[in-house]
């Protein structure tokens, strides 16, 4: 089935029966106007003054904004699917709570990750600020550079490594042509390959976060981060609706849940970290993945540095979460994938970047018609659990 989003009604898909790979891919997704439309405007793109490459595509949001699916700034529609599937289990167990693979190691409620796509010797001028900002906090990043377009100063990637973080591909170019023709995907993928072993790199975002469900897989890496969950106001519209990691056959993909940086300051003029904080706070209740990119290109002024350090104040005091690497989510997802509720009541330990993380069981009840997660954390050493 193929439906145009901008007619899609939500209150027509029945969360308990709906597919989720039909979401997941975008398979809702006609794709062909937009596609012109996305393909003109790089053509363009060159030619137009910044003020006015701003101004066409504040019209266009404005046409964007009519989408009615998938919904902004939240779609939960796959969260209400998990929701019935748990009550389902619950109701054939006569009532009793349900057991699952909690999502997070070590029993956190959820996983958090920073990214970042750097797209010109303006943003590799800024990184060092933005690190500083997060190390006050004590978190880490991933960072995402473009193969061809810039030089990379000597010894970048491994102070970044160093400093505990992580260097991922951004594409060869910054353009809209990856994804323009099977043709063009073909011809770029021996240097996506060439990339990702040079630099080590096991993580991948496009550029502009153009994509194609059916070939990521191809690109050869660990997972992808170029998907959002809801994404009405990207040169590529659409989302996959899920604040949870899922498989592209054997490739990771790790949703953004967060509204992109350039997109909350240029787009909607908003230079508060309300939006954020409010969107984490219902992934974090729904026990997803918060994942927020911010280009370092972008923050240029006291303003946004400021909005980006108020939303690290607001992540680092969650302490019942995992703050970790992209390439440590994806480890984590895909060993999880292949554990059963025994193995984890035995103990079952998952290596990732070299060290021993417990999966953890949760237990669902129902409540007042909800089925409700609770994370249990590890049993003490020697204890069951």
């Known amino acids: 089935m193929t439906v145009d989003p901008a007619r899609l009604d939500p209150q027509h898909l029945d969360p308990a029966t709906v597919d989720p ?18 393909s003109a405007y790089y053509a363009l793109k060159p030619l137009m003054p910044p003020r006015l490459r701003l101004a066409v595509r504040r019209v266009y949001a404005r046409r964007q904004s009519e989408q009615t699916f998938p919904r902004w700034p939240i779609e939960p529609i796959l969260v209400q699917h998990q929701q019935a599937e748990l009550r389902r289990r619950i109701a054939k167990a006569g ?22 796509d750097v797209e010109g010797p303006k943003g590799i001028a800024n990184i060092e600020r933005l690190r500083e900002l997060e190390r006050r906090h004590g978190l880490v990043s991933a960072w995402y550079f473009v193969g061809g377009d810039y030089s990379i100063p000597d010894g970048l990637f491994e102070r970044l490594r160093a400093d505990g973080c992580e260097v991922g591909l951004h594409g060869i170019h910054h353009d809209a042509k990856l994804f323009s023709s099977r043709a063009a995907f073909e011809r770029e993928l021996p240097l996506i390959h060439r990339y990702l072993a040079e630099w080590d790199a096991v993580g991948f975002r496009s550029p502009a976060t153009h994509r194609n469900a059916d070939w990521m897989p191809e690109l050869g890496c660990l997972y992808d981060t170029s998907f959002s969950d809801s994404a009405p106001f990207e040169p590529q519209p659409g989302g996959c609706c899920s604040i949870l990691p899922y498989f592209l056959d ?12 350039h997109t909350l300051w240029e787009i909607l003029r908003d230079t508060s970290s309300d939006r954020w904080v409010q969107k984490a706070e219902w992934v974090i209740a729904n026990h997803g993945l918060v994942n927020l990119l911010v280009h370092p290109d972008y923050v240029t002024s006291p303003e946004r540095e400021a909005c980006y350090e108020q939303f690290l104040r607001f992540l680092a005091s969650r302490t019942d979460g995992w703050h970790a690497l992209p390439r440590q989510v994806a480890q984590w997802w895909k060993a999880r994938a292949a554990l059963d509720e025994q193995q984890v009541a035995a103990g079952a330990q998952i290596p990732v970047d070299g060290e021993r993380l417990t999966a953890t069981l949760a237990e669902a009840r129902e409540l007042d018609g909800e089925a409700v997660i609770e994370p249990r954390n590890p049993a003490p050493a020697g204890q069951p659990r």
């Open 250 to 261: 054997e490739l990771v993909e790790l949703p953004m849940t967060l509204v992109m940086d």
């Open 95 to 116: 009532g009793r709570p349900v057991r699952l693979v909690n999502f997070w190691p070590d029993g956190a409620r959820f996983a958090s990750i920073l990214t970042h």
């Open 21 to 38: 790979d039909y979401l997941l891919r975008e398979r809702y997704l006609t794709g062909r106007p937009r596609r012109r439309i996305v």
